[in-house]
């Protein structure tokens, strides 16, 4: 499967923005489907999960009440509503997918994840 993440840019503290990721080439509601993070100078991060059928979320503690992930397997899209940004949540921020029909919470570990997409930058100014 083959990952296309957008919708990253350069937003104040407080502001929001939407993350689209849009999945080809295989069934999209084979996969969970995941958001990570990376900031500079440090380890890319698990931010939110969602399982195939989008009935089961999880998400890291500091994003939780601001962010919301979902799908739509109809458009093979996964997208990252962020809401109240804060400056730390500066990253570039990758989608990622792994084959599984399970309902259970998503893996936070990388390693979990085979399929990725290119990123997309997330700058929050204070």
């Known amino acids: 499967v083959q990952l296309q993440a957008s919708g990253g840019g350069l937003v104040q503290a407080g502001g929001s923005l939407r993350l689209s990721c849009v999945a080809s080439g295989r069934t999209f509601s084979l996969y969970a489907m995941a958001w990570f993070r990376q900031a500079p100078g440090k380890e890319r991060e698990f931010v939110a999960g969602?399982?195939?059928?989008?009935?089961?979320?999880n998400s890291v503690d500091s994003v939780k009440g601001r962010f919301t992930i979902s799908r739509d397997n109809t458009m093979n899209t996964v997208y990252l509503q962020m809401n109240s940004l804060k400056p730390e949540d500066t990253a570039v921020y990758y989608c990622?997918?792994?084959?599984?029909?399970?309902?259970?919470?998503?893996?936070?570990?990388?390693?979990?994840?085979?399929?990725w997409g290119q990123g997309t930058l997330v700058t929050v100014s204070s």
């Open positions: 969602i399982s195939w059928n989008g009935g089961t979320t």
């Open positions: 990622a997918a792994r084959q599984s029909k399970s309902n259970y919470s998503p893996p936070v570990a990388r390693v979990a994840w085979a399929y």
